[in-house]
């Protein structure tokens, strides 16, 4: 059995730790520090399998040489070495990384979604996808070096995987992200019931992740943009028609942007 562990750093990011049940070794995805990694591995009794990055933003990355300098022999994926100098494994779109020393041979596919950055990379193991900052719940990441449609068709490779797909993104940005959602999409009861569940656990400041596909399906107002719910609200926000999802999702990221 695995088990997904959120390590808390920074302000709002996450840094996965997935671990099968019985084994002395975990992964780690998306170590932008190293401090923290290293205190759950030492107070656990655990060993450094190997590190998943999604792409080369420092607080993804960061923690890399460090880890590195400690642990010398871990397997580092990601996409683009150029960035991201620690990675000893580079890898593509359609590879796969086979843990084979886990029960049941398991294997994590690779995915390209770029648009946050040209290298972003997701990882699906089993229904658990790490996706960085590409698709957040109930949001998505901001654009810095792809363009709009390379986003929108990143965000639309992920919206096919199958509905029980957990969602683990790289931030705690669930509630303010909810909170835009319902200036898109205000009648939307099932992002609303969503706002309860998740304003109740940040109450506490528990994590909202992961989200499951099927939510972000009925609540992402990035995930709806071929709706008539989310063209109509963008159409009057912008005083332009839009019916088409590739310019709704576009005028959408702006919007966000400016709020
Ligand atoms: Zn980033």
């Excluded at 780690?28 to 520090?33: A, F, K, R, T």
């Excluded at 993804?60 to 620690?86: C, F, M, W």
């Excluded at 994590?207 to 596909?213: A, D, F, G, R, Y």
Aim: aromatic share 8%; proline share 7%; with cysteine.
């Amino acid at each position: 059995m695995i088990e997904i562990i959120p390590i808390p750093a920074f302000k709002d990011n996450y840094i996965w730790a997935i671990h099968s049940k019985g084994s002395r070794s975990i992964w780690i995805v998306d170590p932008g520090d190293a401090l923290p990694v290293i205190r759950y591995l030492e107070s656990h009794q655990l060993q450094l399998g190997g590190i998943l990055v999604t792409h080369h933003h420092w607080d993804h990355a960061g923690g890399l040489p460090d880890l590195q300098e400690r642990y010398p022999n871990t397997p580092i994926y990601g996409a683009d070495p150029k960035q991201v100098p620690s990675i000893t494994h580079p890898i593509t779109e359609g590879d796969s990384i086979s843990l084979s020393a886990w029960e049941g041979e398991l294997a994590i596919q690779i995915m390209a979604i770029p648009g946050h950055t040209l290298d972003h990379t997701a990882y699906l193991l089993n229904d658990a996808l790490f996706c960085g900052d590409t698709l957040f719940a109930c949001g998505c990441g901001r654009i810095f070096e792809g363009t709009p449609s390379m986003m929108f068709h990143s965000l639309s490779k992920l919206k096919q995987l199958p509905a029980h797909t957990r969602i683990y993104c790289g931030h705690e940005y669930t509630l303010p992200n909810i909170l835009f959602a319902l200036k898109v999409d205000p009648q939307n009861v099932v992002l609303q019931q969503r706002y309860e569940k998740v304003h109740a656990l940040r109450q506490t400041n528990a994590c909202t992740l992961p989200s499951i596909l099927s939510d972000e399906w009925l609540t992402n107002p990035f995930l709806r943009c071929d709706t008539i719910d989310v063209q109509s609200a963008v159409s009057a926000k912008t005083q332009h028609k839009m019916d088409d999802p590739l310019l709704t999702f576009a005028a959408l990221r702006e919007w966000k942007n400016q709020s």
